[in-house]
């Protein structure tokens, strides 16, 4: 994966609606799920360390990242980690050493584009993009057993964004649900721009709502409410 400071999406990992799980469980109530020290949930393989808070340096990007380590050796480290359909996803942070203007006891450094599936065999692990459509800074997903919805966005004319409500299925990976919620001028660097999208409490929908926010700005209460539902 390409990884670019000036890409980041931080609130999008630090505001996702729902704990990943096996398809079988869309049917359950969608829960918020923090990282935490200690084992990940369902391997025993990997555990996460102590949070340190990770900085780009320029007042855009904070978020606490957890180590990640297999059998005392460090892979990586993530800022979310999601088990979905028996895949393992994880937004992963990286370092750079020429970030210095950070708070004592920071580190200088960014986030990566998006998820990754982590995979393992014969005791090797590697990272593997995950690949979603019009994915971009935007963003901003969440998660509800298989289900990842996310903003989709794409240019348009005079320098304005198409904004979609965008339906992913981590069990067989197709997009399931893709509508346009309309054309607007973004002029912010917040990844959280858009609110994320929110799960019904049985996982059995999932409603886009820009304006859905403490202070909407008009462009985004020009958008459609949309709400999509997963493929059963």
Known sequence: MRLNQSFLCVAALLLVCAQAGPTAALGRKCADSPLKEGAVAGRDDLRLGPPVVFDDGVGITTGRCHQLSAGGRALAWVID???AAGRLLVWRCV???AVTDVEPG???GYFAEGYEELTSSGGTYSFKEVRLPLWGHFSNPSFCGAGLAYW???PARGGKVRAYAMLFDLGPMRLTGKRLAGTLAI???SPDFFPP???SATGA???FDAGATPDPSAPRRALRRITLRPAR
């Open 187 to 189: 002029e912010s660097d």
């Open 81 to 83: 980690v999601r088990e």
């Open 95 to 97: 370092e750079d050493p």
């Open 205 to 207: 929908a999932v409603t």
């Open 197 to 199: 999208p929110r799960w």
């Open 106 to 108: 920071a580190r200088g």
């Open 152 to 154: 989709g966005t794409e």
